[in-house]
């Protein structure tokens, strides 16, 4: 319902709905709706353990949902990441997964993998369009390291980039495919303050490029500043989602990150109680030692 | 942020200035160097010489004034040891022999001539019983050798000791003097004597490689080995082959037709039928390597069972060669069958691609190593008997005649420019052609869209296919091109072998082409190289060819090597500089230059920060 509220006039890029993922006897993911509009940053946020990366395997493709269905632009999407891939959505990973002993260039190319078609025979005859389809390729790919601010690094292996260029090339890579909705999966762990804003910055600035974006987050700052709508994932359930601030607010969520004071929960009275009696044992045992 | 980076160069800079490394054996820099130019010299009289009584040692060593055989290797390796040992005096014309190292190369050398004549004297002394059997030459260019390593172990070290472990043990010592430093970058010399210098490279190439081949009995090879091995990183060391390979990678097409004419010369320089013949199956196996390359270097894709298609195209190519003993009985012209050996392979890829490549890493090779098993058994029982009668059995396809090409009949010796080609000179043109196709098909798809893809699935397959890449179909098209590959290589095999059986195409067997030793090949040149392939397939065929009394440790002293090469070389003996990173840590050393950014092409993470 905040949904329709936020953004009435914007066309929905992803509409999942119902969305369940069970490994056996374990439900991961447990009937979540999520729905994504053009020019939105949507955060997930949620406890470890949560479901947040399973939901974003349900997305892609990686992972077949048991139930439900996921729309990207009113189609209904394959459930193989090739396809999803070609349809429109691009996404990064938890724990960096570029081509490690490809160059940056290359890691960029292989981006733009479904949007060229040069085939076997175009490449090994050297048909007319293999040329000019080539160095459009590799131009459009030196435009997305200038815009993420890797070009200088262009022949460098992706192994050898710092970690948080890294990350940096795993976004320019995911653009590449000139995708309409791009799922960022944990952006900025482990990167410092610094590297955070800058992050932030380049989320802004390809938010403003028309592409959605679906961030995974457990910075919460980063969450607040970014997201235009956050919905929260705990134990494989949506149980709110909304702007920020309201999300923030709301007593579900604060228990589950701290809990919830437990039934019976001991009042002052008590405490000092058990204060007196730890003091009195203490004693008693010392008394023993003599 | 700019500014990190001139400050962490000029640290590499500086950090170079360690405790110098002292010389194996302490001498006096002026004594080491006379001594081994002195020993050198000494060594390259003492080939002039007799070195022994009687001609029954192979090579006649016994005229005077006429090195022959062994001599000539050892007077070969003493004027290299000088050339450089000379180069080292700062003598104008030979500076540019030793960009890189100057003395690790002296040393090299002369532990190769060291090596030879000991070698040499050690066989004359073993076969013919004592070493009475020597006559004064052979003890010159001994004690020349041994003088000019004595002399090349107090030169001074190239580099410095590492920061870290300053005093190494004599172990260590020894293996750091025969390290160098990289050349410093050459002038840009015009581009005409740029491409003369890499066409006299590949002459020099081709012609060692020639002189290999021909070589005619083990001595003088297991020489040839010997002075080969140290020689060629001697070359290495001095920054030759750097500056060398820095001119083919700038002109690419020129060195590529360089070396095609290269070997294009083979067969002339061969007068032996015998050794050209050695040459066509070196190329049939180079070819067959070259086409696992696509599908294990490239693709990553482990296929233990390659040699099936290699099979597959030669009995294709057999069943319609027009052989009497062929159960179809038709002769099709050669292109024909080309067609039909590859289209056969590709078929075979394809119907084996499809339900394997669905598994991963180990599970893909087991049951690659099972569909190459059940070619060849399969072939076994097709004999009548077991199966319907196609394909004779373990007795194959036997008398496939000669191709005839535009009414040149390749089984007939033909005189070409004064020198007479024989049979198997006129097949090693055909699989030269069927070689350099290959090598076209493989460079050409690797630097596609297709062979970005293959590496990316290579590296990482669940990315690659969040990148929009399909998997399955793209690895079936690395295994069917790889298939089709192997299947023309197999065509014109099955011709030049006159003959085809089941037993040719095993797992592991004692004749190269099987899948164990077509996997050696790749591995041991260079995974996703084009060299690498070449060269380790024309070891892997010479020394078992030309070393026939140790075939019976063959497949022992082959594991031996490939043990040594995984401990110390393990990216092959030509890396990528992938693959070189790959497996040596070397830091942030080896990354290029950063390229100065055009204006204004700042990022926006930058610009917002």
């Known amino acids: ?290 | 942020m700019t500014t990190d980076i001139p400050m962490d160069k000029s640290n590499d800079t500086t950090k170079v200035s360690t405790a110098p490394a002292t010389p194996i054996i302490p001498l006096p820099q002026a004594a080491a160097r006379a001594l081994t130019v002195a020993g050198s010299a000494v060594a390259l009289i003492g080939t002039f010489l007799a070195w022994t009584w009687t001609d029954e040692f192979p090579g006649n060593l016994t005229v005077t004034g006429y090195p022959g055989g062994l001599q000539v290797l050892t007077l070969v390796g003493s004027v290299l040891t000088l050339l450089f040992a000379l180069s080292g005096y700062g003598i104008p014309g030979l500076r540019w022999l030793t960009p890189g190292g100057k003395n690790s190369p002296v040393l090299l050398a002369a532990l190769g001539v060291f090596g030879t004549t000991g070698y040499a004297m050690g066989a004359i002394s073993q076969e013919l019983g004592g070493l009475v059997n020597l006559e004064p030459g052979a003890w010159v260019s001994g004690i020349g050798a041994l003088v000019a390593l004595i002399g090349a172990l107090g030169l001074p070290v190239d580099q410095p000791y590492d920061a870290g472990d300053p005093t190494p043990n004599l172990w260590g010592r020894i293996r750091h003097s025969l390290t160098a430093p990289e050349p410093a970058r050459a002038k840009d010399l015009p581009s005409w004597a740029e491409i003369l210098i890499i066409a006299a490279g590949f002459g020099v190439g081709l012609y060692v490689f020639a002189y290999g081949i021909g070589t005619e009995y083990s001595e003088l090879f297991i020489g040839f080995l010997i002075l080969t091995a140290f020689g060629f990183t001697a070359v290495t060391r001095a920054g030759l082959l750097k500056r060398l390979s820095h001119l083919t990678a700038k002109h690419r097409n020129v060195a590529m037709a360089a070396a095609f004419v290269a070997a294009i010369c083979f067969p002339f320089t061969q007068t032996n039928d015998q050794f050209a013949l050695i040459g066509a199956n070196i190329l049939i196996f180079a070819t067959v390597a070259l086409g696992l390359n696509v599908v294990v270097g490239l693709a990553g894709l482990l296929d233990l069972g390659y040699v099936a298609f290699l099979g597959v195209g030669a009995y294709a190519a057999a069943l319609v060669s027009g052989s009497p003993q062929s159960s179809i009985g038709v002769e099709f012209p050669f292109w024909a069958a080309v067609l039909t050996g590859a289209a056969a392979s590709l078929i075979f890829g394809v119907v084996i691609g499809a339900p394997t490549l669905r598994l991963r890493g180990d599970y893909l090779a087991i049951v690659t190593l099972g569909f190459g098993e059940i070619f060849r058994i399969t072939m076994n029982n097709l004999n009548g008997n077991s199966g319907p009668d196609v394909t004779n059995g373990s007795n194959g396809i036997p008398n496939i005649p000669d191709l005839e090409i535009f009414g040149f009949n390749l089984g007939l010796p033909h005189d070409v420019l004064g020198t007479e080609l024989t049979r198997s000179g006129n097949y090693y043109l055909l699989m030269l052609l069927c070689t350099a196709i290959v090598v076209l098909v493989f460079r050409r798809s690797a630097e596609s869209r297709i062979g970005r893809a293959w590496v990316a699935i290579r590296e990482d397959e669940t990315a690659a296919t969040a990148m929009g890449i399909n998997g399955f179909r793209l690895k079936l098209l690395a295994f069917a091109l790889g298939a089709s590959l192997a299947g023309l290589a197999g065509t014109v095999q099955a011709h030049v072998s006159y003959s085809v059986t089941p037993e040719q195409y095993q797992f592991a067997g004692s004749v190269p082409p099987n899948s164990a030793f077509l996997l050696a090949a790749v591995i041991l040149g260079g995974m996703g190289t084009i060299s690498g392939p070449l060269i380790g397939a024309a070891l892997l065929y010479l020394i078992p060819a030309k070393l026939q009394f140790m075939a019976e440790y063959q497949l022992l002293l082959f594991g031996i090597a490939l043990m040594l090469l995984m401990r110390f070389r393990p990216e092959g003996l030509v890396a990528d500089r992938r693959k070189q990173l790959e497996f040596h840590e070397t830091g942030q050393l080896d990354v290029p230059e950063d390229k100065p950014l055009p204006e204004g092409a700042t990022g926006v993470a930058k610009a917002g920060a």
């Open chain 1, 1 to 290: 319902m905040t949904t329709t509220t936020t953004t009435a006039t914007a066309t929905t890029v992803l509409d999942a709905s119902g969305v369940t993922m069970r490994f056996g006897g374990l439900t991961a993911v447990r009937d979540v709706d999520l729905t994504v509009n053009t020019g939105e940053i949507v955060g997930l946020i949620g406890p470890n353990g949560a479901g947040k990366t399973t939901f974003f395997n349900c997305l892609t493709g990686l992972y077949v949902p048991t139930e439900g269905k996921v729309a990207y632009k009113g189609t209904v999407l394959p459930p193989k990441p090739h396809l999803v891939t070609q349809a429109g959505i691009a996404r990064t990973f938890q724990n960096i997964r570029l081509f490690a002993n490809m160059t940056v260039l290359e890691n960029v190319l292989v981006g733009r993998h479904t949007r060229t078609k040069e085939g076997l025979w175009s490449a090994l005859l050297r048909l007319p369009g293999f040329k000019k389809a080539e160095e459009e390729s590799r131009a459009r790919a030196m435009e997305l390291l200038e815009f993420t601010g890797l070009a200088a690094k262009a022949d460098h292996l992706a192994r050898n980039l710092p970690y948080g260029e890294q990350r940096k090339l795993e976004i320019a890579r995911a653009l590449a495919s000139e995708p309409g909705l791009l799922l960022l999966d944990e952006p900025t762990a482990g990167m410092n303050p610094q590297e955070t804003r800058a992050a932030e910055e380049l989320i802004f600035a390809i938010r403003d490029k028309g592409i959605a974006v679906l961030v995974i987050e457990h910075d919460i700052r980063f969450i607040m500043n970014l997201c235009d709508r956050v919905a929260v994932l705990v134990q494989g359930e949506k149980i709110v989602e909304g702007p920020a601030e309201v999300v923030q607010a709301d007593e579900r969520v604060i228990a589950a990150y701290l809990g919830t004071p437990f039934e019976g929960a001991p009042g002052e009275a008590e405490a000092a109680e058990v204060e007196a009696a730890e003091a009195d044992a203490q004693s008693s045992t010392e008394g023993d030692d003599k």
